[in-house]
């Protein structure tokens, strides 16, 4: 199972930054298309961010359209999301994916599908 390691979460005020890493070790991600999704408490899991395996198509939900920016180093086979301007509704746990399905174009459809067996995720607390 291609299951990536989130990490970078963490504690911040309204109005702070956090960047979230996806990494893997044993499999690459600079040929895979990622998805970045959340989950809050009490709420249903949320499609963010996803980008195809080219970079040429990247959708972001209209919640973090402005925000957030999904970007590649491919030199640590990491896959990261630099959250700006963040706010207490940000507050969740996020999760990355390296098995996105081939969509083509449709990055936002890659983000709207529904997928099984999750990793542990970061958690990020947005708060004063």
């Known amino acids: 199972q291609l299951q990536p390691v989130e990490s970078g979460g963490g504690l911040v005020q309204p109005g702070g930054s956090l960047r979230l890493s996806c990494t893997a070790s044993?499999?690459?991600?600079?040929?895979?298309?990622i998805g970045w999704f959340r989950q809050a408490p009490g709420k249903e899991r949320e499609g963010l961010v996803c980008?195809?395996?080219?970079?040429?198509?990247?959708y972001y939900a209209d919640s973090v359209k402005g925000r957030f920016t999904i970007s590649r180093d491919n030199a640590r086979n990491t896959v990261y999301l630099q959250m700006n301007s963040l706010k207490p509704e940000d507050t969740a746990v996020y999760y990355c994916?390296?098995?996105?399905?081939?969509?083509?174009?449709?990055?936002?459809?890659?983000?709207?599908?529904?997928?099984?067996?999750w990793g542990q995720g970061t958690q990020v607390t947005v708060s004063s």
């Open positions: 980008i195809s395996a080219g970079n040429r198509y990247i």
């Open positions: 994916r390296a098995d996105l399905p081939y969509l083509g174009f449709d990055a936002q459809a890659m983000c709207m599908l529904s997928y099984d067996s």
């Open positions: 044993e499999f690459t991600l600079d040929n895979r298309a």
